[in-house]
């Protein structure tokens, strides 16, 4: 088994525990984006699930939740030693956090076409304005990251109409 292959094995295994906490904050009625915070060991450092509703914080999405939470259990702002996996590309505001908090690596499911900061809508983490280059994969479990959102979606409007 090639590394390369290894490492993308890995990255489906965060995906897909990224998108259990997801399932959890849909199930709560949050937009459902989970996030997951691994050490280059490869441990699991800290957790995130989006939480804007049950915390009335516009700022309790999933990469900030699991961000800060790193953050204090290692008792440093720099998560230069770290890879952020996430359900769906960050917005500007989750990518400029990204930036702030210096992480090594990151990974993601799905674009996102309307406030996609990663690559899709605009490129944040290589913008004159970063002061931090990180390293980006996205499309790992894309087409069950995508369904798990439209899924939740579809089901929010059904029960409007």
Not at 38 to 53: Q, T
Not at 72 to 88: A, D, H, S
Not at 108 to 113: E, S
Request: aromatic residues 4%.
């Amino acid at each position: 088994m090639s590394l390369e292959y290894s490492e993308y094995l890995k990255d489906r295994e965060w995906i897909s525990h990224s998108l259990k906490l997801a399932q959890a904050a849909g199930e709560q009625g949050e937009i459902p984006v989970g996030a997951v915070v691994v050490n280059l060991s490869g441990n699991l450092i800290a957790e995130g699930e989006n939480r804007k509703e049950r915390d009335q914080d516009p700022t309790a999405h999933a990469e900030i939740v699991a961000i800060r939470k790193a953050a204090n259990i290692l008792g440093t702002w720099r998560l230069n030693e770290c890879t952020l996996y996430v359900t769906l590309e960050p917005c500007p505001m989750c990518a400029g956090a990204i930036v702030q908090a210096r992480i090594k690596r990151l990974v993601y499911g799905v674009d996102d076409p309307k406030t996609g900061a990663i690559r899709t809508v605009s490129n944040i983490p290589d913008s004159a304005a970063s002061n931090h280059r990180l390293l980006v994969l996205g499309g790992i479990m894309e087409s069950a990251c995508r369904e798990q959102i439209r899924a939740w979606f579809a089901n929010r409007r059904n029960r409007t109409i």
